[in-house]
């Protein structure tokens, strides 16, 4: 009896592990096999009488050496992911682009036409490493763009813990036939998506859709910002990958010697820059409308969303702005922003590392190896080419190209980049002082240790006494600071500007940082059972502001309730959340000593 129940629970822990690991279903079979076999043997021996205790450890250590050798060979096949979900999708009409023809597929009812994995560049690789984007050669033939394109180059966990992860934060794990695969990683990465209503008489307008990440992980074919629900609304979508990390965003001299344009350390915002000048020259062929594009993107993106209005190569090339949680407005930008001085020193850490003396030789080592160090290369800088100055900078002198804008931040934005730190009463001026210094004091006296703690955690958030505030002021500087100046920049300038703040709590991510996407972009079908009525109502609502503010520049329409517009008198924000309502930001009285910093480090 020992035996059978030993046999039966290490099986079913190993087919656990099978599924959380995605293995093929050949290693399924094999692991049924071995246990069938394990109780044959069994049976065997005790028939002729032969089963002893040597026998039986020799039984469990073959059993056990079956188990992992078949875990190790049968682990998941490499695919792309189909653009839509519906099986032998029909194919589009030929569409013609400026390198040749292609054709998408439809979704299952006719309503989106989806163009998935069209090349806007040549591949980044070999002597196109570290250098801008080179315009796609044609090709021979119809270019059948029916499967997304692989992820830019990225850290990338085991699969088991991608499920885990799936488990204990998304809460969205489902058993399923049909997923045992990964998903292609290359730096052949330069691929974009469209989705797009069949053509009419009139021309569409156009999001332009810019994936986070923190400049160093992210695709641009996540659930929660496809464009069916988009295109459905008369609006075009568009998403893409982009060169991250070290590939997009290593810096040294020698490169930006040899660089025709005297560029290094952007390649991963050029990258987005001639997505987006693709865009524009090649989307009336799908029905779009160059001289309506709105450029959008959440984290990373948002704060590409930022460079991307105020860089020179974009002039003419958009006319919105939609940026969700992120900015590189600050002064000293928190994230996704350094001097070139700093991008420098980076890369000569990554040189160092890898033993190299020159760029060129980096353009020989593996693309693995280059992943492999410790050098921070997750952030844009000013090059003189793509990005000019400060941010901010620009913004005084009204340089700036977005004509309006709609952006905003979420309830709990830090909680999930904060899990690992322990929060008490004794450690919480030290933890702020981290990142604003001597102004730690002073904002412990407008957000003190024992705020009371929020309403829900990730299982293995560290917590501590102080956890609750500490997420609220990191929160703050990390996040919805720069919105904040990025309004006050918009009345001075009189440009429209819509500020939302994320409260709805689900299911899934809450309102966590990247809680809203799913919302925003119509994707809640996509997690049946984590969404409730209350929650498909407030999407269909946020996606109405959306999309009518990517056809107008205004997100009020028929049926929404009125998101008042930014002036120097109306300073409050629209509550997305189980109330749609104008306001208070909740930490106006945290940027006033966040201001202080800002103002004393520059």
Not at 105 to 118: K, L, Q, T
Not at 193 to 220: C, M, R, W
Not at 254 to 277: C, F, P, R, V
Not at 352 to 359: D, I, R, T
Request: hydrophobic fraction near 40%; include cysteine; glycine fraction near 8%.
């Amino acid at each position: 009896m020992g035996f059978t129940i030993s046999v039966i629970i290490v099986s079913l822990l190993y087919l656990a592990l099978l599924e959380l690991s995605k293995n093929m279903i050949i290693g399924w079979c094999l692991a049924l096999i071995g246990i069938v076999l394990m109780f044959v043997c069994r049976a065997y021996f005790m028939k002729k009488d032969k089963y002893d205790k040597k026998r039986m450890a020799l039984m469990w250590v073959i059993f056990i050496s079956y188990l992992m050798i078949n875990y190790l060979f049968t682990g998941p096949e490499e695919k792309r992911v189909p653009a839509v979900d519906n099986k032998n999708p029909d194919v589009t009409e030929v569409v013609h682009v400026a390198s040749g023809d292609i054709t998408g597929v439809y979704n299952e009812d006719h309503s989106v036409r989806v163009f998935a994995g069209i090349p806007y560049a040549e591949a980044p690789v070999g002597e196109l490493r570290f250098r801008e984007p080179v315009t796609k050669k044609p090709w021979d033939g119809v270019l059948a763009c029916d499967s997304f394109g692989p992820m830019a180059m990225q850290p990338r966990n085991a699969v088991i813990y991608d499920s885990l992860s799936t488990i204990i934060g998304y809460h969205d794990y489902k058993v399923r036939f049909g997923d045992e695969y990964v998903e292609p990683m290359s730096e052949d990465c330069l691929y974009l998506n469209v989705y797009a209503p069949e053509k009419g008489d009139e021309l569409k307008p156009v999001v332009f859709y810019i994936h986070g990440g923190s400049l160093n992980t992210g695709q641009s074919y996540y659930t929660e910002y496809r464009g069916e629900t988009f295109a459905k609304e008369g609006v075009i979508f568009v998403n893409f990958a982009y060169r991250l990390g070290p590939f997009g965003y290593y810096a040294a001299d020698d490169l930006k010697a040899e660089s025709e344009n005297g560029t290094t350390g952007n390649y991963g915002l050029l990258d987005q820059i001639a997505a987006l000048k693709w865009v524009y020259d090649n989307i009336e062929a799908f029905g779009g409308d160059k001289n309506k594009i709105t450029i959008a993107g959440e984290s990373a993106g948002s704060s590409s969303v930022n460079a991307l209005c105020v860089s020179p190569l974009t002039e003419g090339l958009f006319r919105y702005a939609i940026a969700e949680s992120s900015s590189i407005l600050a002064k000293k930008p928190f994230h996704t922003f350094r001097t070139y001085e700093e991008a420098i020193e980076q890369g000569d850490i990554l040189r160092k590392e890898l033993g190299v003396a020159s760029s060129a030789e980096l353009r020989s080592i593996s693309a693995d190896k280059l992943l492999s160090t410790s050098s921070k290369n997750t952030a844009m800088t000013i090059d003189g080419y793509a990005i000019n100055e400060m941010p901010y900078l620009t913004y005084e002198k009204g340089n700036n190209h977005e004509k309006a804008l709609l952006h905003g931040f979420n309830a709990k934005e830090a909680d999930v980049f904060m899990l690992n730190i322990k929060a008490t009463r004794d450690n919480y001026e030290e933890l702020i002082a981290e990142e604003i210094g001597d102004y730690a004091k002073e904002m412990a006296e407008v957000v003190p240790w024992n705020l009371p703690p929020r309403d829900d955690h990730i299982a293995i958030d560290a917590l501590g006494e102080a956890k609750g505030a500490l997420n609220t002021v990191y929160s703050a500087l990390w996040f919805s600071y720069s919105h904040h100046v990025w309004n006050r920049y918009e009345v001075t300038l009189g440009i429209p500007s819509y500020e939302y703040y994320f409260t709805k709590r689900n299911g899934s991510l809450t309102n966590y940082h990247a809680g809203e996407l799913p919302y925003a972009y119509g994707n809640l079908y996509r997690h049946p059972g984590l969404y409730d009525e209350d929650d498909y109502k407030l999407s269909e609502m946020m996606v109405g502001y959306w999309t009518n503010f990517a056809k107008t520049g205004d997100p009020n329409g028929e049926g929404l309730p009125t998101w008042e517009m930014r002036t120097a008198i109306q300073t409050k924000v629209l509550e997305l959340g189980d109330t749609v309502q104008m306001v208070d930001d909740p930490n106006e009285k945290i940027y006033e000593v966040i201001d202080k910093y800002q103002s004393n480090e520059n």
